[in-house]
Nanobody, 125 residues
Framework: QVQLVESGGGLVQSGSSLRLSCTAS????????IGWFRQAPGKEREGVSA???????YYVDSAKGRFTISRDNAKNTVYLQLNSLQPEDTAVYYC???????????????????WGQGTQVTVSS
């Protein structure tokens, strides 16, 4: 069974850090681009970062310099390190696997078809 499970979310103060994990079962994470997305209450789901099969990473402007995506093939896990968190980063964070193995750049919801259940990140001011 193909499955993605996120973990690592929590309630933190402004300026804090968190590391989110996305562990796959049923397939190898390094075979597909993996993206991180987030969805705040009342807003559409948006892409945050992605890592392609060859390890190339992509970040949206709001994530550059603060977030870092990485992958541990031995653990079949992709991480998203969140630093300097701000209240506007509050959202449910999802990881997803792309429908195609081809490199696809910045994460767009429509390019991904396998999703985890999400992990809540709440940043207080």
């Amino acid at each position: 069974q193909v499955q993605l499970v996120e973990s690592g979310g929590g309630l933190v103060q402004s300026g804090s850090s968190l590391r989110l994990s996305c562990t796959a079962s049923g397939f190898a994470l390094d075979d597909y681009p993996i993206g991180w997305f987030r969805q705040a209450p009342g807003k559409e789901r948006e892409g945050v970062s992605a890592i392609s099969s060859d390890g190339t990473s992509y970040y949206v402007d709001s994530a550059k310099g603060r977030f870092t995506i990485s992958r541990d093939n031995a653990k079949n896990t992709v991480y998203l390190q969140l630093n300097s968190l701000q209240p506007e980063d509050t959202a449910v964070y999802y990881c997803a696997a792309a429908a195609s193995r081809a490199r696809i750049g910045l994460p767009r919801v429509k390019d991904y078809n396998t999703w985890g259940q999400g992990t809540q990140v709440t940043v207080s001011s």
